[in-house]
């Protein structure tokens, strides 16, 4: 019996020796995170630059010397993506990208992006993701200025757009930039505006959207492609037209036109599916795009979805009112394929309900869109 509670007692002294050693190795973390964030001043940047520059030097010369044996130069690839793994640091002082930009280490940067090895030009795209976050860059509209001015300079688009086309959806790694290039673009969008008409006019990145839309299985990356498209043509006159021009309007019937008989599955494909038709009323605004519009049978189309009843039924009442206003072949067409009698069920308040659109602010919503759409039919044709 004795030694049996000896045996406990050894155990519970070394349980709460154990249970020490986390508690100390735990407080020993968060000390150096501490000191870490305490020492992220200009000397520690010089420092972090000038370590990375001399690996990136190592590498390079590592791969002219050795260009077909990888075995030779892999280990100096191993130190570089540990060094750009250190620059992410930055993002928590982003007072000191301007210093970052004076050090004139963004072109040895966005250069890695057409690296070689495909693991480095991802490492660069989280880093650029990291850095140019919305919740780093608030309250911070001077260095982000900066820096997003620097990146475009030494073409970052075009670097960005480029690397995104080799990129597979198959592999995990590599969906997880792709998400990534995404999202370091909307965030330069966000500090510069101009930046979304930059990119469509430098890059292929317009038509590289429209491809991930045409795509039939959904993922996040689909979603996020379709966030972006929108963003780019929201305000975008320039981009609406060369969308329309690239045969995008066809592209994003297309898109719209695998759930007129179905709803979507997830709370995000419906996130999706709300991002197409911002894209397909974004594209109608110009009046050349309300001609392609109505050659792709769009009429026809919305009004399959307003009879399928479906959750993009409202969606689709907007589309029409934006193809109608203010275009009488549109108007015409609505007519002649017998879209009154669609139209009129609605406005007599023989709208589907759901447990989305129960809410009173989305029948209004509705009543004024099928207003305005009526408004066309006695303004141009009737």
């Given at each position: 019996?004795?030694?049996?509670?000896?045996?406990?007692?050894?155990?519970?002294?070394?349980?709460?020796?154990?249970?020490?050693?986390?508690?100390?190795?735990?407080?020993?973390?968060?000390?150096?995170?501490?000191?870490?964030?305490?020492?992220?001043?200009?000397?520690?940047?010089?420092?972090?630059?000038?370590?990375?520059?001399?690996?990136?030097?190592e590498?390079?010369?590592?791969?002219?010397?050795?260009?077909?044996?990888?075995?030779?130069?892999?280990?100096?690839?191993?130190?570089?993506?540990?060094?750009?793994?250190?620059?992410?640091?930055?993002?928590?002082?982003?007072?000191?990208?301007?210093?970052?930009?004076?050090?004139?280490?963004?072109?040895?940067?966005?250069?890695?992006?057409s690296?070689?090895?495909?693991?480095?030009?991802?490492?660069?795209?989280h880093?650029?993701?990291?850095?140019?976050?919305?919740?780093?860059?608030?309250?911070?509209?001077e260095?982000?200025?900066?820096?997003?001015?620097?990146?475009?300079?030494?073409?970052?688009?075009?670097?960005?757009?480029?690397?995104?086309?080799?990129?597979?959806?198959?592999?995990?790694?590599?969906?997880?930039?792709?998400?990534?290039?995404?999202?370091?673009?909307?965030n330069?969008?966000?500090?510069?505006?101009?930046?979304?008409?930059?990119?469509?006019?430098?890059?292929?990145?317009?038509?590289?959207?429209?491809?991930?839309?045409?795509?039939?299985?959904?993922?996040?990356?689909?979603?996020?492609?379709?966030?972006?498209?929108?963003?780019?043509?929201?305000?975008?006159?320039?981009?609406?037209?060369?969308?329309?021009?690239?045969?995008?309007?066809?592209?994003?019937?297309?898109?719209?036109?695998?759930y007129?008989?179905?709803?979507?599955?997830?709370?995000?494909?419906?996130?999706?599916?709300?991002?197409?038709?911002?894209?397909?009323?974004?594209?109608?605004?110009?009046?050349?795009?309300?001609?392609?519009?109505?050659?792709?049978?769009?009429?026809?189309?919305?009004?399959?979805?307003?009879?399928?009843?479906?959750?993009?039924?409202?969606?689709?009442?907007?589309?029409?009112?934006?193809?109608?206003?203010?275009?009488p072949?549109?108007?015409?067409?609505?007519?002649?394929?017998?879209?009154?009698?669609?139209?009129?069920?609605?406005?007599?308040?023989?709208?589907?309900?759901?447990?989305?659109?129960?809410?009173?602010?989305?029948?209004?919503?509705?009543?004024?869109?099928?207003?305005?759409?009526?408004?066309?039919?006695?303004?141009?044709?009737?």
């Amino acid at each position: 019996m004795e030694v049996s509670n000896a045996l406990k007692r050894k155990r519970y002294d070394d349980d709460n020796y154990m249970e020490a050693e986390v508690d100390l190795s735990l407080l020993e973390a968060v000390e150096k995170s501490q000191n870490t964030v305490e020492l992220l001043d200009l000397r520690t940047l010089k420092k972090l630059v000038l370590s990375f520059e001399r690996r990136l030097k190592e590498n390079i010369e590592a791969r002219l010397k050795y260009p077909d044996q990888p075995e030779r130069f892999a280990d100096s690839e191993v130190e570089l993506h540990e060094e750009l793994e250190k620059l992410k640091i930055l993002a928590g002082a982003p007072e000191l990208y301007p210093e970052l930009v004076n050090l004139n280490a963004i072109p040895s940067i966005l250069n890695l992006l057409s690296h070689d090895n495909t693991d480095i030009a991802i490492d660069v795209v989280h880093l650029l993701e990291d850095l140019t976050d919305e919740d780093v860059l608030e309250d911070n509209d001077e260095p982000a200025r900066i820096l997003v001015d620097s990146l475009i300079e030494n073409n970052v688009l075009e670097l960005l757009v480029q690397n995104l086309q080799r990129l597979s959806d198959k592999d995990p790694d590599e969906m997880s930039a792709i998400y990534n290039t995404l999202a370091s673009i909307e965030n330069m969008i966000e500090v510069k505006p101009t930046v979304a008409e930059l990119v469509c006019e430098r890059t292929k990145l317009l038509r590289w959207l429209l491809g991930k839309i045409k795509v039939r299985e959904f993922d996040s990356n689909k979603q996020y492609a379709s966030e972006i498209l929108a963003i780019l043509l929201q305000n975008s006159t320039a981009n609406q037209k060369r969308l329309g021009q690239m045969n995008g309007v066809d592209v994003v019937l297309q898109a719209v036109a695998m759930y007129k008989s179905k709803d979507p599955k997830t709370s995000d494909e419906e996130e999706m599916l709300e991002n197409l038709f911002d894209c397909l009323c974004c594209l109608l605004m110009p009046l050349e795009n309300k001609e392609r519009f109505v050659k792709a049978e769009g009429v026809e189309l919305m009004i399959i979805i307003m009879k399928q009843k479906k959750s993009a039924y409202a969606s689709a009442i907007r589309a029409l009112d934006f193809s109608m206003t203010k275009y009488p072949p549109a108007c015409e067409r609505f007519v002649d394929v017998l879209g009154l009698k669609t139209a009129f069920a609605a406005f007599m308040g023989k709208i589907p309900i759901s447990k989305k659109n129960k809410k009173e602010r989305y029948q209004e919503e509705l009543e004024e869109r099928l207003v305005s759409l009526i408004a066309s039919l006695f303004g141009e044709c009737l």
